[in-house]
């Protein structure tokens, strides 16, 4: 390789990496700062707050690992125009499209490392978070509420099955309440489906069977109206956040409600959103890149800053804005993700060309 690309990958790998210590050091203080709260509420030490936001960081890195790229991506090629070593490395018959590669190349590497820190190890450091939080401040027993089909939940004396949960849009499908005495079962409650409106739970189709003696109907109500803690419980498990599930949970989930004939819209915007977002760390770079590389006497680097930070912004609101149509259901969850990134893997390209012609 290149020694000049060496000592190019090598300036842009320390200021991600002083640039990605940084935000991570502010945004966990900012975390603690804010979970002093819990030392009086769980009377627990600020060392434990301390591990419990640290527990935090590779889910914190996967999200803010765009923003760290396109500030590492600005600082890179604005201190090597600065101190003339591109423009000297230009001059010297180097072409900026050939810069721009490596570049990318390295933006793929830490995609594929971003995909792997979403999918495998920050969904793990969540559980441990969130079981620590249960357990040491809390001082309950943890229960991990990320299962979503045959559910079955012992709460005193009653025991509570549930036969399939949607914890993004609060409904269920049949549930089954069994009410004990001494062991035996005394009492049993079905109950057909449910859905939470507001803050309360509107069941249909609720038959409740006395089994005291002999096995008989004793109610019947074709709709209810009522509070119920363990399915709220149950449905604050949200999926709309890449550190509670992987892709092949996601897939599970979605096979299962379309078995059930549930929509699967949000389930499948979230899906792709795992795919697209560490793509969007190369396709960032991408884009930014050739914005960063001028060699005008007029160069301004405010304007460079800006320019690039706006380019970069303009793709999370684009991305932003076709999400949420697609939750509506009027555009297809694939084309929400995945078409920003054509187009500004189109805007990249055509800069670069245009860069490396001279424009």
Not at 106 to 131: D, H, V
Not at 196 to 222: C, G, R, S
Not at 251 to 262: D, E, M, Q, T, V
Not at 305 to 329: D, E, H, M, P, R
Request: with cysteine; net charge positive; glycine share 4%.
């Amino acid at each position: 390789m290149n020694p000049f690309y060496k000592y190019v990958l090598k300036k842009f790998l320390y200021n991600l990496f002083v640039v990605l210590t940084f935000i991570l050091l502010l945004y966990t203080f900012f975390n603690v700062i804010q979970h002093t709260k819990y030392i009086e509420r769980y009377n627990v030490n600020i060392f434990q707050i301390i591990y419990f936001d640290f527990l935090k960081l590779p889910y914190s890195l996967y999200q803010i690992m765009p923003v760290v790229i396109i500030l590492a991506t600005v600082i890179t090629f604005v201190l090597l125009v600065r101190s003339n070593e591109l423009t000297g490395f230009v001059s010297l018959g180097g072409r900026t499209g050939s810069i721009s590669t490596i570049v990318v190349l390295l933006g793929l590497f830490l995609s594929i490392f971003t995909f792997i820190l979403g999918e495998f190890i920050a969904p793990e450091f969540q559980t441990l978070r969130q079981k620590y939080k249960v357990e040491v401040f809390e001082k309950k027993k943890f229960i991990d509420y990320s299962k979503i089909q045959n559910i079955w939940i012992k709460n005193g004396n009653k025991i509570t099955y549930i036969d399939i949960l949607d914890p993004i849009n609060k409904n269920f499908v049949k549930m089954q309440e069994f009410y004990l005495n001494e062991n035996k079962v005394i009492k049993m409650t079905e109950i057909n489906s449910g859905k939470k409106i507001q803050n309360k739970w509107h069941f249909k189709d609720i038959i409740e069977y006395d089994l005291t003696d002999i096995p008989q109907k004793a109610k019947h109500q074709d709709t209810l109206i009522i509070s119920n803690k363990l399915l709220d419980e149950l449905s604050q498990f949200s999926i709309d956040n890449p550190k509670l599930l992987n892709i092949g949970e996601i897939i599970k989930f979605i096979s299962i409600y379309r078995a059930k004939g549930l929509n699967t819209t949000q389930y499948e915007i979230i899906l792709f959103n795992k795919i697209a977002h560490p793509i969007s760390i190369m396709i960032i770079i991408l884009a930014v890149l050739p914005v960063c590389m001028s060699f005008s006497r007029q160069y301004s680097y405010i304007k460079i800053v800006s320019k690039s930070l706006i380019l970069g912004c303009s793709y999370w609101i684009l991305n932003a804005s076709l999400i949420s149509i697609s939750k509506t259901g009027a555009l297809n969850p694939i084309i929400a993700n995945f078409l920003p990134l054509l187009i500004f893997a189109t805007i990249g390209v055509v800069l670069i060309f245009r860069k490396e012609r001279g424009f």
